[in-house]
């Protein structure tokens, strides 16, 4: 059974920093490309960053390009996002998913975790 948990949300000011953490089990972690969402509250689920199974890829949305970095430990079986320069727009759940990429894009998996909840102010 694929299990993922996030943690590492909380409340930031606008200008801060945090990191997530996403800790998984039940599958083969370095194989795995990994994921990171978020839903902010009455809007649709969105992609933010992927990362490749040995790390040698990665992939951003537009909106936090150059703010956040995905990176990964395959001996941990975590993949981790560092955010900065955190926006009020960037309050959301943040969640991980184990997908793969296909000519380029993320292709999501079906399992997700609890997600962790990030709250920034201005």
């Known amino acids: 059974q694929v299990q993922l948990v996030e943690s590492g949300g909380g409340l930031v000011q606008a200008g801060g920093s945090l990191t997530l953490s996403c800790a998984a089990s039940g599958l083969t972690f370095s194989t795995n490309t990994m994921a990171w969402f978020r839903q902010a509250p009455g809007k649709e689920r969105e992609f933010v960053a992927a990362?490749?199974?040995?790390?040698?890829?990665?992939s951003y949305a537009d909106s936090v390009k150059g703010r956040f970095t995905i990176s990964r430990v395959n001996a941990k079986n975590t993949v981790y996002l560092q955010m900065n320069d955190l926006k009020p727009e960037d309050t959301a759940v943040y969640y991980c998913?184990?997908?793969?990429?296909?000519?380029?894009?993320?292709?999501?998996?079906?399992?997700w975790g609890q997600g962790t909840q990030v709250t920034v102010s201005s």
């Open positions: 990362i490749s199974w040995s790390g040698a890829s990665t």
């Open positions: 998913n184990a997908g793969r990429f296909n000519s380029g894009k993320y292709i999501k998996g079906l399992n």
